[in-house]
T-cell receptor, first 114, second 108 residues
Framework: DAGVIQSPRHEVTEMGQEVTLRCKPI?????LFWYRQTMMRGLELLIY????????DSGMPEDRFSAKMPNASFSTLKIQPSEPRDSAVYFC????????????FGSGTQLSVL | RKEVEQDPGPFNVPEGATVAFNCTYS??????FFWYRQDCRKEPKLLMS???SGNEDGRFTAQLNRASQYISLLIRDSKLSDSATYLC?????????FGTGTRLLVSP
């Protein structure tokens, strides 16, 4: 079975550019999460969706970040404009578990903003 | 204060050693607890849940102390393949809060 699929694996961009990260959750999973990981702050929850509806976006750093889930099999996280401090690994995770406790993570997108 | 705190390590141990990690959490209302494992440049994966009564999975033992609000992970007979970062995870309201992880290095 395919796991959570993220693209691209690596993204290098210049400050001020728009960045779009993509995620395909595991088929049948109804909750999707976007996390950001840095050495200093660890894994931080940015936003999560349940049945394609954003439930909690309190972790989104600022208005430069936006996320969408137009259908059950696709989500995007967009940063516009990007800044060097956005450099991190961005993980998408999904689950079918009603309590959202058993997460399956994608391989992540390593973002570098120069 | 962070919601979940862990000693970042690294813990350097020889093969065959027993090693223990602790983790503290701040929200006394937390109900569920987990250990995730993350290999270098890989995604986190669920290692085991942590139950109030304590639980074992092979060489791994997890314990929960609600009164002191800490969770522990004990690894017996360490293998080279146990080298990884171990993330302590606490379930809040329908979402997980991750610690920054404890790095373990097992050497021959």
């Amino acid at each position: 079975d395919a796991g959570v699929i993220q693209s691209p694996r690596h993204e290098v961009t210049e400050m001020g550019q728009e960045v779009t990260l993509r995620c395909k959750p595991i088929s049948g999973h109804n909750s999707l999460f976007w996390y950001r990981q840095t050495m200093m702050r660890g894994l931080e929850l940015l936003i999560y969706f349940n049945n394609n509806v954003p439930i909690d976006d309190s972790g989104m750093p600022e208005d430069r970040f936006s996320a969408k889930m137009p259908n059950a099999s696709f989500s995007t996280l967009k940063i516009q404009p990007s800044e060097p401090r956005d450099s991190a690994v961005y993980f998408c995770a999904s689950t079918w578990d009603r309590t959202n406790e058993k997460l399956f993570f994608g391989s992540g997108t390593q973002l570098s903003v120069l | 204060r962070k919601e979940v705190e862990q000693d970042p390590g690294p813990f350097n141990v020889p093969e065959g050693a027993t090693v223990a990690f602790n983790c503290t959490y701040s929200n006394s209302a937390s109900q569920s607890f987990f250990w995730y494992r993350q290999d270098c440049r890989k995604e986190p994966k669920l290692l085991m849940s942590v139950y109030s009564s304590g639980n074992e999975d092979g060489r791994f033992t997890a314990q929960l102390n609600r009164a002191s609000q800490y969770i522990s992970l004990l690894i017996r007979d360490s293998k080279l393949s146990d080298s990884a970062t171990y993330l302590c995870v606490v379930a809040g309201f329908q979402k997980l809060v991750f610690g920054t992880g404890t790095r373990l290095l097992v050497s021959p």
